[in-house]
């Protein structure tokens, strides 16, 4: 399974903008895909993360505690993709995202990065008047 990124760019604060985590190699509905920032001279962290689908549904989505509210994440299972939406930018979100992928298919908050075995390329977002 390959991921590529595409999406970010320059935005106003107050703005928005919708990454998307496009596949190839394989199908993307039965795996978690989760997506993680990194900011210049800071870690990576945990933005999102969505189930494998689950019966008819997308499933289940998970977001970091400060961040909830801003970001949206879901698939769009025609295009293999799965997008992070983001509302009323703020300059602190600028960073580079990168989505990831699990074929455990559960998001488990406690393994980390660790449980995701394909990365993507990253995206950059810069939040700027």
């Known amino acids: 399974l390959a991921l590529v990124e595409s999406g970010g760019g320059l935005v106003q604060p107050g703005g928005s903008l919708r990454l998307s985590c496009t596949a190839s190699?394989?199908?993307?509905?039965?795996?978690?895909v989760g997506w993680f920032r990194q900011a210049p001279g800071k870690e990576r962290e945990p933005v999102s993360c969505i189930t494998g689908r689950i019966g008819d549904t997308d499933g289940n989505t998970f977001y970091a505690d400060s961040l909830k509210g801003r970001f949206t994440t879901g698939r769009d299972n025609a295009e293999n993709m799965v997008y992070l939406q983001i509302d009323d930018l703020r300059p602190e979100d600028t960073a580079v995202y990168y989505c990831?992928?699990?074929?455990?298919?559960?998001?488990?908050?406690?393994?980390?990065?660790?449980?995701?075995?394909?990365w993507g390329q990253g995206t950059q977002v810069t939040v700027a008047s």
């Open positions: 190699g394989d199908s993307l509905d039965f795996y978690a």
């Open positions: 990831a992928s699990s074929p455990t298919s559960l998001c488990l908050a406690s393994k980390g990065t660790q449980m995701y075995d394909s």
